[in-house]
């Protein structure tokens, strides 16, 4: 919660803008020999280096893509971080570099602001990332977030959307639904709470999932994996939207159909529990629910044997020629064609 009687606040008037910055900037490192001048000055300066440079950028509005009745600043700052890393190990790249702007209304004291850049420190320390610009103004409407992320990779590495070929194997990391079913978790206690605010929740039986809503992780070790494994993709995106939105991506950008198999989701035990008590199909959750941050790849067939029995990869489908179509496969073996049903920001 943003509000604690008990304790002094600190107007961000207090500062002054350059104050802000170099106060909540102070402590942050440089990880890469690529940075030569990171924060304090006009603008970045990054050294050249012989791989071609990936940049990617997310804007995060409150009451848009994040609400802060049961977002810990901390973890609003971590996930931001991880939304934007995210999109580059989708290019099969190395993230160094981010910049962060912020734009905050006056019901945010300085102590706020700490917590969200404790929460952008840490992930810049776990991930090895170097902070080394951005913006602070005020803002009429809460707050607001922009990170822009940088990183590198050879060009011969580099995996864009568009490669999948028929027969290509389609690929996920880690497992599927845990971050919607955790944000239906925390709603279903905000409303609670309204109700009545004397009531404890007991969140024990769904710390995976609401850990999987509010503290995601980029999975930086799966493009480190394939290449120990010696596979490289054939297109890759990770999965922000939810499965369906995101497979849809690569074949459109591919001109190719699929075909995925729900017996082959990996679904977490939580997950499939919670979707029993909440009456919800875990299919549906797994294809549509988003904000899993997992990477969706494809891979030549012939790679098979080299990433079955993976515990961090399973294989759940194929692809297939454009005019077969983009298809659900049921457990029953009935085709359905796939809908995008996936998180757009510009919905009623």
């Not at 900037?25 to 791989?51: C, M, Q, R």
């Not at 951005?134 to 864009?160: F, N, P, Q, R, W």
Request: charged letters at 20%.
């Amino acid at each position: 919660m943003l509000e604690d009687k008990n304790q002094e606040k600190t107007a961000l008037s207090s500062l002054g803008e350059f104050g802000l910055i170099n106060y909540l900037t102070k402590n942050f490192g440089t990880y890469h020999s690529t940075t030569i001048k990171g924060v304090g000055d006009d603008a970045a300066v990054l050294a050249p280096t012989e791989k071609e440079t990936v940049i990617t950028t997310d804007l995060l509005v409150e009451g848009i893509h994040f609400d802060l009745s049961y977002v810990p600043l901390k973890h609003l700052g971590y996930k931001a971080v991880m939304v934007n890393l995210s999109d580059v190990y989708a290019m099969n790249a190395s993230a160094s570099q981010i910049t962060v702007s912020i734009a905050v209304s006056n019901r945010f004291p300085l102590e706020a602001l700490e917590a969200l850049y404790a929460g952008i420190q840490l992930a810049c320390d776990t991930y090895k990332i170097d902070l080394i610009g951005g913006d602070t103004t005020s803002s009429t409407k809460g707050m607001l977030l922009s990170i822009t992320a940088i990183g590198h990779a050879k060009k011969e590495e580099i995996v864009y959307r568009n490669g999948a070929k028929p027969t290509d194997l389609i690929v996920v990391s880690g497992d599927l639904g845990g971050a919607y079913l955790g944000l239906q978790v925390l709603e279903r206690e905000k409303e609670v709470f309204k109700v009545n605010p004397q009531n404890q929740p007991d969140l024990d039986s769904y710390t995976y999932i609401i850990e999987r809503q509010l503290k995601p992780e980029a999975r930086k070790d799966i493009p480190k994996l394939l290449k120990e494994l010696n596979v490289k993709p054939t297109a890759m995106i990770d999965i922000s939207d939810g499965l369906s939105s995101e497979i849809m991506h690569i074949c459109t950008n591919s001109k190719a159909g699929c075909k995925l198999y729900e017996d082959k989701f990996p679904l977490d035990p939580q997950v499939i529990s919670t979707c029993e008590e909440f009456n919800i199909d875990a299919t549906m959750v797994a294809l549509s629910g988003g904000e899993d941050y997992e990477l969706l790849f494809t891979i030549p067939v012939g790679d098979f044997d080299k990433v079955k029995g993976n515990p961090n990869l399973s294989v759940i489908g194929h692809i297939t020629e454009e005019q077969q179509g983009m298809n659900l496969v049921t457990r029953s073996g009935q085709e359905l064609p796939l809908q995008a049903q996936g998180w757009n920001s510009f919905q009623e």
